[in-house]
Structures are given as C-alpha cells and as structure tokens.
C-alpha cells in the first residue's frame, strides 16, 4: 500500500510539474509574440544628396508582423540591415530561404527618382537575390520606374549571367521585379498587414505624379512618410492623424546662408525647420521625425532646435539604424 501511494504521489508531482512547465512554456511563447507583433519604423538610410560619413542614402523600413515594406532605396543603405539581425520581431538571419531577412526584402516603394532615394535600386534587385530569394520583388514609383528597373538589371548582366549560367546554384526569379507605376493617388498596395496609399507632392520642377509621399496604415499605427516635398497646405490632409510624421526638413538658418538663387530653389523643393513647426502644430503627430535634414553647415542639434522652438510635441532626428515604435 505504502509503495502504491509513494507511485501515485509521484505521478501526481510529475504531473503538476509538467502542468506547470507548460504554463511557463506558454508565458515565454506569448512574451515572444508580444515582443515579435506590431509595427516599426527602422530608419535604414537618412542622409541627403551630399556626403555624410554618418548617414546611408534615403530607405526606410517599416516592419509589420515580420513582413518588410521598402520605401525608397538609397545608397549604401543595405549594409544596415545588419544591424537588424536576430532581433525577435525580424525574420530569421538564414541564408536561402524566402522566410529569412533575405528572402523578405521584396517589396520596395519609391517616392521619385532623384538619385539619392534610387542609387541602391541594384542592391535591392540583387543582393537578396544572391542571398536566396526566388520570389519576385515587386517595385512600386513613378512614371520612370521600369525604365529604372530594366536598365540596373541590364548594367548587371554579367553578374547576372555568371551566377546563373556557371557552377553557383541560383534562380531565375529573384532579380526580376515586377514593376507598378503609380499614376493616381490613393491605394497603390494592400495585404493583410498593412494599406498604403500615395498621395503626389510639390518638388522641385519634377512635373505632376512624378513626386509622392506615402501614407501607410497598419494594424495599430498611422505612419506618415512626407518624401521630398517643399511646404503646401495640401499635403495636411494625408498627414491628419499620423502616429508617425516622417517629414523632410530644411534647416532654415543654413538656407538663408545661400545665395538668392539656390534659396529660391531650396523654398521650391523642401520644407524649412520653421514651416514644418508649423505643419506639426496644425497635426499635431504624436512623433515628428526629422528625415533627409539638410544642415547647410548648421550642427544636428541647432537645427531640431529650430523646429522645437516653436513647436513642442516629440520631435526626433532620425538617424541610420534607428528604431522607432
């Protein structure tokens, strides 16, 4: 009896045990998903057209749910996404695999095509490739964009031709986007994750439809990206609600360094400090994110203060590898 009882208090210990490993098993599954779930914003390249040692070309990220979504491609900015590896709401750092980091880089959104949002389009078109991915990326831009497209893929032939005519294993689906050049505003891409739509914006002598700023909806995040774009009162009603204002900025102090006719230019471009206070006071964003900052010879931290002298809600500089939530 005694041997009976020690056996049944040792299957109900074990049991419990178990139960109880289970619980916890549980906790850390539903602790991984909380940290894996949501959307952020990685500010993979923030510079402008000159040189900054600091800063790759224009590319942000926006990261749902482990699905990757591409807006514009700069130079240089890839080597950030480095810094990305392993963290839990990222997909997996394997190489050959469409699950991997690689293998997710395939969704890719242009504002326009000035050169330092467009230079890294050949490292978007081929180095994930090279890493595994087999499923075709798809671009979306202007009018302009599968001529971009078709001729970085035509600069790359022999690298292309080596890789999949020699010993390397490869495919043949990878590099090849499909292209969709966005000729309205409104939706331009919809899953299950996320809605954006694009909306057009005054830059420079670009003509109409050749410049736009992008709107993206998410589960639980408004995020605003306002591309290259000088102040215009249109823009305020795609900028409403915005959890996260990512705006273009214009140091105005440095801009009135220049001469009369690159500061024509620059008000015909681009957004001064002092106007963009003025479009966050009117939204009012629950961040404003200073992006594609122009200095013109002013330090980083004048020139926010610019902006926060006469606006006062969460305003950020952004800077490469940044992780905004």
Known sequence: MKIRNLLLSMMLTTGLTAVHADSKTVQLKTAAATQSAGTRVVMLGTGHPGFDSKRAGQAILIVVDKQLYLFDSGPGY???????????????????????????????FLTHLDSDHTLGMDEFLLRPWVQGRSTQPVVYGPKGTKSLVDESLKSFKSDIDHRTLGSQPSNNTGYKAIVHEIDHEGVVYKDDKVTVSAFKVPHGSWPDGMAYGYRIQTPDK????????????????????????????????????????????MLEAHTTTKQLAKIANVIKPKKLVLNHAIFFGQPEQALVKEVTDDYKGTVILAEDNMIIE
């Open 78 to 108: 890839m080597k950030n996404f480095n810094s990305l590896s392993n963290l839990p709401w990222m997909p997996k750092d394997t190489l050959f695999s469409n699950d991997s980091l690689y293998g997710s880089i395939n969704k890719l």
């Open 222 to 265: 408004v995020i605003v990206l306002s591309g290259d774009t000088r102040y215009e009162e249109r823009n305020f009603q795609f900028y409403k609600d915005a959890d996260i204002l990512v705006h273009e900025v214009l140091s105005d102090a440095g801009n009135q360094k220049l001469s009369p006719d690159w500061q024509k230019y």
